[in-house]
Nanobody
Framework: QVHLVESGGGSVQAGGSLTLSCAASTAVASDYWLAWFRQSPGKEREEREGVAALFTDGGNTVYADSVKGRFTLTHDNANNMFYLVMTSLNLEDTGVYYC??????????????WGQGIQVTVSS
């Protein structure tokens, strides 16, 4: 099971940008899904919503409707890293972001490996 660690969170004003990084302890298999999930304020961990996911074999990506055109998930296979580039942030993007691996698309309960989570706060 791959160990994941997020970094890059913090506070940003609405309209700003932030990039989250996720470091994997080992190389990710060539047919894995990598994903980012978000736990919004006031919601339980089980209510995490899928934000973006990428299939490493071919690079197919899927995004939640709420972030399409604003967020980009990229994968650096050589360095066992993947990233979530977030632009045009709004207040609804506030939450704890988790990276995950070895699951299916944007289905959180399908994922086997999770990072510890990192806070992103967007202010007006």
């Amino acid at each position: 099971q791959v160990h994941l660690v997020e970094s890059g969170g913090g506070s940003v004003q609405a309209g700003g940008s932030l990039t989250l990084s996720c470091a994997a302890s080992t190389a990710v298999a060539s047919d894995y899904w990598l994903a980012w999930f978000r736990q919004s304020p006031g919601k339980e961990r089980e209510e995490r919503e899928g934000v973006a996911a990428l299939f490493t074999d071919g690079g197919n990506t899927v995004y939640a409707d709420s972030v399409k055109g604003r967020f980009t998930l990229t994968h650096d296979n050589a360095n066992n890293m993947f990233y979530l580039v977030m632009t045009s942030l709004n207040l609804e993007d506030t939450g704890v972001y988790y990276c995950a691996a070895a699951g299916l698309g944007l289905i959180p309960r399908s994922y086997k490996s999770w990072g510890q989570g990192i806070q992103v706060t967007v202010s007006s």
